[in-house]
């Protein structure tokens, strides 16, 4: 067996085995894995803060810089990272110093959506056939890491250290008990994704300005067009603002117009949304000239 020590309420091994298999065959990760500061309040009892300076002329700064202090801390907040280790036999990543029962919640359940991801379809077949057979603990075909189309031997799944279920979202919460609530650690605030989407109301406003310009011209040259046709004159220009509208709606993807998609994708969104706005503007410019020219014409 293995000698210990302690560390606080944590147990430090001297040396180390996967967690998940027993195998000694780990490699070291290094500082990789960032507490969150309630985590580490509730398994060091320890708060990260700042230190206040003994010295007045210090203070002050320190009360000045404060608010700034604040904002640098929503954009980048505070951590603390850990050591981490993954099995070379298993695969299975874990830290390098376990944590206490008693400092973590002690669920290890998670939820996860399956399907066809981004565009908002529903689960494809052979993905509901692989659920199934997990769920079931039987036989299927996993597909190849390099080539999804590659077939490949039959293989039991299911039977490994995670017991799955498929059911809906409310279940998760309908299996936690009273008793397992009171480890669990609480939360207030808003829940952000912040290493994804924190700042997207504001981020990249010249793509917002452009959206709301273009669908403020798009109806602007709809309701001429339409004016146009009806005295009659020039045909509604069903195709030019189709395609104009096309490339709107393309830039208000859910990572375009928030803001959070790569700077590369924003070099041709902007293009997108110039071209629709000389679509938009030749629309109305036309439809207006022609009206316009009807209306003297009938002086």
């Not at 700077?263 to 009206?291: H, I, R, T």
Request: glycine residues 8%.
């Amino acid at each position: 067996m293995d000698s210990q020590y302690l560390l606080g309420s944590v147990t430090i091994p001297t040396a180390y085995q996967c967690r998940n298999c027993g195998s000694n065959d780990l490699r070291e990760l290094g500082f990789i894995g960032i507490l969150a500061g309630f985590f580490l309040k509730r398994i060091f009892h320890a708060e990260i803060t700042t230190r206040i300076s003994t010295s007045p002329k210090k203070r002050k700064l320190q009360t000045l810089s404060a608010p700034l202090q604040r904002l640098l801390g929503r954009l980048h907040p505070p951590g603390v990272a850990v050591e981490v280790q993954s099995c070379q036999n298993c695969s299975f990543i874990q830290t390098k110093f376990p944590f206490a029962d008693d400092a973590i919640s002690r669920l290890y359940v998670d939820y996860r959506y399956y399907g066809t991801g981004d565009i908002g379809g529903a689960p494809r077949e052979n993905s509901i056939k692989l659920m199934e057979a997990i769920v079931t603990q039987g036989t299927t075909t996993l597909p190849s890491e390099r080539n999804a189309t590659a077939k490949t031997e039959p293989v039991k799944v299911g039977d490994g250290p995670l017991h799955v279920v498929q059911t809906n979202s409310e279940q998760m919460f309908l299996d936690i008990k009273p008793e397992d609530v009171v480890h669990m650690p609480h939360y207030t605030g808003d829940l952000e994704l912040t290493e994804h989407s924190a700042g997207s109301l504001t981020s990249e406003a010249y793509m917002k300005r452009w959206n709301r310009e273009n669908e403020t011209l798009a109806d602007a040259a709809e309701r001429a067009s339409v004016a146009a046709a009806w005295l009659g004159g020039r045909p509604y220009p069903k195709d030019r603002l189709t395609n104009a509208w096309t490339l709107v709606m393309g830039g208000q993807f859910h990572d375009l117009i928030p803001g959070t998609a790569t700077p590369k994708a924003y070099e041709y969104a902007w293009n997108d949304q110039s071209v629709a706005m000389n679509q938009f503007g030749g629309v109305l410019q036309s439809a207006a000239d022609d009206d316009d020219r009807r209306g003297r014409s009938h002086q």
